[in-house]
């Protein structure tokens, strides 16, 4: 998938020479992860071509990866447990299967609620482990296992 998308920019940017590659590089409108990954394909690439005789040194060992902070998105929220259930309940009656589904969602129950059992105890133990005190934890670390008090 990012092979086809990289070879697309790059037939995109048609000819253009060695010096020009950051140059249109830099150009493109990527996020900061999409920069990131089509600069280590793109390097692998061009060390490939120096390792074939191409190019004398890969053009693009000196471009620093792109500083970037994920974006919170205000108008996400968790589910509540109401809503959670509904979920879990419309797998379980099958309320959301079109006629032409091959499979029911009740096939897929028992992954869904394991998976979603796994989730909350992993949320629920991190944050037990955050409102521990320092002097608990140390305590706990010679035990085999996590326990709540």
Known sequence: ?????????????????????????RAEKLSGSTFNERLSILKMFFDWMVIKKYFSENPLNDVPRKKFSKKSNSTRCPFTLAESASILN???????????????????????YFYSQQVFETLKQSVF?????????????????????
């Open 90 to 112: 419309a797998f379980i009656t099958d309320a959301c299967v079109k006629p032409s589904s091959r499979y029911n969602h009740s096939h897929y129950y028992p992954f869904v």
């Open 1 to 25: 998938m990012h092979y086809r998308l990289i070879k697309n920019m790059l037939i995109r940017w048609g000819d253009f020479k060695e010096d020009e590659i950051i140059l249109k590089l």
């Open 129 to 149: 482990v955050y409102n521990m005190s320092i002097q608990q934890i140390i305590k706990l670390k010679s035990k085999e296992h996590w326990q709540e008090p």
